[in-house]
C-alpha cells in the first residue's frame, strides 16, 4: 500500500510532523523531489530537528529512508544534517543513483539570478541552488549522485564539461569560477563518505511493492509553489505533485491508494508571488507569532494569512487527495472569529476556481466566517473532545476542500493528533 503526502498550500504546512506520524508504520519513505530548500520539522521522542533532505521517515529505525530519484542532493548539507541525528537512524538511509548533485556553483547562480533581478521579480528563492541543479539537468549535463561512483577518469571528465559550461555563467555574473580539481576533491571526498549509500534504489521499490509493503512517499513543497500548476514563475523546479510523486520516485500510479493533502488552518507563504489570502494586519502579526511562522530554513518571517479553499481545492483535485491532515488547529484557538476564502473577486467578477497568476494578482478574497472555539484544544486527543465551533469549522473546511479530514494536528509532537 503505498500512500503519497503532498502539500496542498504553498509550502511548510506540517509535511514533515505528518510524515514522521505516517512513518511509523511505513517499510520504506522516499523524498520524491526537492533539496535542501526544505525545512521539515520534527518533533518526537528523539527530539526537535528541522530536516532538508534527509526523509521524515528516518526516526523508524526499522524503515529504509530515500533520498529519491527525483532529489537534488547538496552532500554537505547531507553530512550536517546526518551529524545530529543518532547514527544507527541512518543506517537505512540511501541515495538514488538518479538524483543529482548540488554544487557550490549552484548556489552562487541561484543568488546572482535572483540578486539580478528588481524587487518585484525576486522569486525570494532559499538560494540553496535548487533550481540552478535542476536546471542543469534537464539541459542534460548535470551529475548525478550515481556519477561519483564512476572511475576517475570518467567522472573528471564530466565534471570538466559541467564545469566548462558553469565558469561562463558564473563569469557573465562577474563571479568567481572553479577548478575540475577543486571539484573533483569535493567529489572524492562525498564519494567516500557516501558512496555505500548511494545505489539504484529501484530494486528495493520494486520487491517492497511487489510485497504490497506499507510505502510513504514526501513531498517538498507545497502545490501553489509547483512548477508547472503553481505560481509559475514564483514558484521551485520541480513538480510536487501526486503525478511528480509516481515520476519521481519510481512508483507506478495505480499502486497510490490513498494520498494525504496536509494543509494548515490557516495559510503561510514564503517567498514572491501571489498569495491572494495574504494579510496585512494584527491578524497577520498573531498568526506569525503564535504559529511561529519564520522559514525552517532561511528563518525569513513567512506571510500570514486566513485558509483558502479555492487553493485548497484546486490542489485537492490535482493531487486525487483522499484525506486531508489539517494541522495548526490549535494555533486559532484564541481567535474571537476565522475567516476562510471561498471565492475570489477578480475585476468585478466572482469566481469559485483558481484564476491565471496575473489575475491571482489582483484578485480578492470572498470569506465565509466562523465563530472562534476560544478554549485549548492541544490537550484533545479524541475529536468528541473539540470544541463544538471547531468542529463545525473542521466539517465546513473538509465540504470547501471536497475532501475528508482524516487527522486534526493540535501541536508540533508526535502524538498531538485526532485520527478520525
Ligand atoms: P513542512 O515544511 O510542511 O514540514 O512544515 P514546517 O516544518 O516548515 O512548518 C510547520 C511548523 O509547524 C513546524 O514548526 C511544526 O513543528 C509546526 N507544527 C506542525 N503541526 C502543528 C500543529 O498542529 N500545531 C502547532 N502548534 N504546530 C505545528
Ligand atoms: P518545505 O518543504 C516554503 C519557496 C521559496 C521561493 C520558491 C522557490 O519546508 O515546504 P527554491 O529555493 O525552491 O528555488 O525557491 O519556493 N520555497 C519554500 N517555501 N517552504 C519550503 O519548503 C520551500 N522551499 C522553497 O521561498 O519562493
Ligand atoms: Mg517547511
Redesign the pocket.
Known amino acids: 500500500m503505498v500512500t503519497s503526502v503532498v ?1 496542498v498550500q504553498w ?7 505528518i510524515v514522521d506520524y505516517l512513518a511509523q508504520n511505513s517499510e520504506v519513505v522516499v523524498r520524491y523531489q526537492g533539496g535542501d530548500n ?4 520534527v ?1 518526537n521522542d528523539y527530539g526537535k530537528f ?1 530536516l532538508h533532505i534527509v526523509p ?1 521517515g528516518i526516526f523508524n529505525r526499522d524503515a529504509i529512508n530515500m533520498i529519491g530519484a527525483g532529489c537534488v542532493v547538496n552532500f554537505q548539507t547531507l553530512e550536517r544534517e546526518l551529524k545530529g541525528i543518532p547514527a544507527e537512524l541512518a543506517e537505512n538511509l540511501f541515495i538514488d543513483i538518479r538524483s543529482h548533485v548540488i554544487f557550490p556553483f549552484h548556489k552562487d547562480l541561484d543568488g546572482a539570478e535572483e540578486s539580478s533581478k528588481s524587487e518585484k521579480d525576486k522569486i525570494g528563492t532559499t538560494k540553496c541552488g535548487i533550481g540552478p541543479c535542476y536546471s542543469d539537468k534537464v539541459s542534460r549535463i548535470g551529475l548525478r549522485s550515481g556519477d561519483l561512483l564512476l572511475s576517475d577518469e570518467l567522472l573528471e571528465a564530466k565534471l570538466r564539461k559541467l564545469l566548462d559550461r558553469k565558469n561562463k555563467e558564473l563569469a557573465i555574473y562577474g563571479m568567481n569560477t572553479y577548478s575540475v580539481e577543486d571539484m573533483f576533491a569535493l567529489c572524492r571526498d562525498w564519494r567516500g563518505k557516501f558512496g555505500s549509500k548511494i545505489k539504484d534504489c529501484l530494486p528495493i521499490l520494486r520487491e517492497k511493492v511487489g510485497q504490497d509493503k506499507r510505502i510513504l512517499l514526501e513531498g517538498q513543497l507545497g502545490i501553489m509553489r509547483d512548477i508547472d500548476w503553481g505560481i509559475y514563475p514564483y514558484c521551485t523546479s520541480s513538480s510536487t505533485t501526486v503525478g511528480g510523486a509516481c515520476a519521481l520516485s519510481g512508483i507506478p500510479f495505480s499502486r497510490i491508494s490513498k494520498v494525504v493533502g ?1 494543509c494548515k488552518a490557516y495559510t503561510t507563504s514564503v517567498g514572491g508571488g501571489p498569495f491572494v489570502s495574504e494579510l496585512h494586519d494584527d491578524i497577520a502579526l498573531k498568526l506569525r507569532d503564535k ?2 511562522e519564520y522559514g ?1 530554513t532561511t528563518g525569513r518571517p513567512r506571510r500570514c494569512g486566513w485558509a483558502d479553499a479555492v487553493a485548497v481545492s484546486y490542489s485537492c483535485y490535482l493531487n486525487s487527495v483522499t484525506d486531508l491532515a489539517l ?5 486559532l484557538d484564541d481567535f474571537d472569529e476565522i475567516k476562510v476564502a471561498v471565492a475570489y473577486k477578480v475585476d468585478g467578477k466572482t469566481i469559485d476556481y483558481l484564476p491565471s497568476v496575473q489575475e491571482q494578482e489582483r484578485a480578492e478574497c470572498v470569506y465565509k466566517v466562523f465563530k472562534g472555539w476560544k478554549s485549548d484544544t492541544s490537550k484533545v486527543r479524541k475529536w468528541d473532545d473539540l470544541p463544538e465551533n471547531a468542529k463545525v469549522f473542521v466539517k465546513e473546511f473538509e465540504k470547501l476542500a471536497g475532501v475528508p479530514v482524516t487527522y486534526v ?4 509532537e508526535r502524538d ?1 493528533l485526532i485520527v478520525l
Do not use: C, F, Y
Open positions: 502539500g509550502g511548510d504546512e506540517g509535511k514533515g510532523r526544505a525545512g521539515h520539522t518533533e528541522a521524515s496536509v504559529g511561529h525552517a494541522t495548526k488547529l490549535d494555533i494536528s493540535v501541536g508540533p498531538q
